[in-house]
């Protein structure tokens, strides 16, 4: 029973997007992907104050649903341009829909990171692997006979030597 679980699960392909967006104040980023049935997380990097930035404390949210579908609010990063312009999430990965807010400060604040993407892999890409796969044996079948013709020979030395009388 588990095999034929397992065939009816396509293998998922891993793709990554870059990832980025602005904040200012009143201006929030709202991640959101279609419903096309892949698995998609945001994987945020880097918080960064942007080079028109006022010396004052900037707080960043990311507003997404927890595990029991309820939204909730976290803090990214809290910058000041005298003290921390910059910190680095070390891909801190949120699953969307995702919004990001500038809670406090005028801004700008950039945000980067990647959108990674986990697609099914159909089956027309799997028969076209499946070929390649075959293409690729049949050409080791071509050095196998050579190998095996040189392997009869080799047979028939070591009978010559094995036979009394000579």
């Known amino acids: ?61 990311a507003e997404v649903m927890n595990y029991e579908g309820s939204p909730i609010k976290v803090t990214l990063a809290t910058l000041k341009m005298s003290v921390q312009p910059t910190v680095s999430l070390g891909g801190f990965e949120l699953t969307p829909p995702v919004v990001l807010q500038l809670k406090c400060g005028s801004g700008p604040v950039h945000i980067s ?13 799997e028969d076209e692997e499946e070929e390649d796969v075959a293409l690729l044996n049949e050409g080791d079948h071509e050095d196998d006979d050579d190998d095996d013709e040189d392997d009869d020979d080799f047979d ?11």
């Open 1 to 61: 029973m588990e095999d034929s679980m397992d065939m009816d699960m396509s293998p998922l392909r891993p793709q990554n997007y870059l990832f980025r967006c602005e904040l200012k104040a009143n201006k929030d980023d709202h991640f959101k992907v279609d419903n096309d049935g892949n698995e998609h997380q945001l994987s945020s990097r880097t918080v960064s104050l942007g080079a028109g930035a006022k010396d004052e404390l900037h707080i960043i949210k």
């Open 113 to 125: 990171g990647q959108h990674l993407v986990a697609v099914e892999e159909d089956a027309e890409s």
């Open 156 to 166: 028939n030395e070591e009978a010559e030597e094995k036979a009394p009388g000579k």
